[in-house]
């Protein structure tokens, strides 16, 4: 079963397909889903990029969402993860033009529903590691507890309304009608990603910041990263730069996760002190404190390709 909603505005005929996430009639095996690429064009508006952008987030999220449910799959819940991750940044990019009455409730309403993913991916993570079999039972069990909580939050009325609001509210909310949401989506979105850039461009070393303004500087190079993958329809000049910046871009984001992962590994030692084992040794933060470093400069030397 599918839901199929034809595009409010050009281009006329097409179809957005939603697979709701109970149904698995077609017989797929459950596997975790990553995102498809987004499917704008230069000739697009902005509403109709937005609405496009918005659809694809949803759909990675529903296609994960039974794999998480029946198969407790590590990585499903990653990718549902990453697709409200998603979601949220595609509404701070285009906060300017669609921050209409509903906007305020939908952010929370996310922000609701990623926190209750938080604890189960944080023990993914920390499973990671090297524990004893006491230890890893104890983990184990409470990650079965957070399981428990964040299939609750995605079966539940309350999620699955939001979905049918955000997908209503997209293709025919009040922002519409801001007079800008006809405007040409490639001039706007550009001028969106300059912002970002500029943040991780102008930031400072790595090496000489601690765990908060790294976790900052994280924060902007995954939004950055997920406005050009909205955006890689309108950029098909220079791809061979493109590549190189999108390659460097990832390895910027997986150091400073993997950073912030650590961080994570030890605030769970805080709480359980017994739980202390092999963590991160000060050697691994420096290779990817430096890592990370190394990756900006390279951007830097690599420019804004999209310009």
Known sequence: MSTEIELSEKPRGTVIRLEPAFALADGKALEPTKADPVRVGRGMSIAQGFEIIVSSCLRHFQLNEPTVVKARNVEALHQARVAIRRLRSALALFRPIVADQEFDRVQRELRWLVAEFGDARNLDVYLEHDLSRDQRLFVEERRKDAYDRAIAAMSSDRSRQLMLDILSWAAGGHWRKNQRAGKSLRRFINRRIDRLWSKVSGSERVARTGDRRRHQLRIQVKKLRYALEFAEGLHGHRPRRKRKFAKTLKQLQGS????????????????????????????RERCLVRNAGQAIDRLRNIGPYWR
Not at 267 to 279: D, G, I, K, R, Y
Request: aromatic share 4%.
């Open 256 to 283: 400073l996760g993997r950073l912030h992962d650590d961080v994570t590994a030890r605030s769970l030692v805080t709480l359980n002190s017994w739980l202390a084992t092999s963590l991160p040794s000060a050697e």
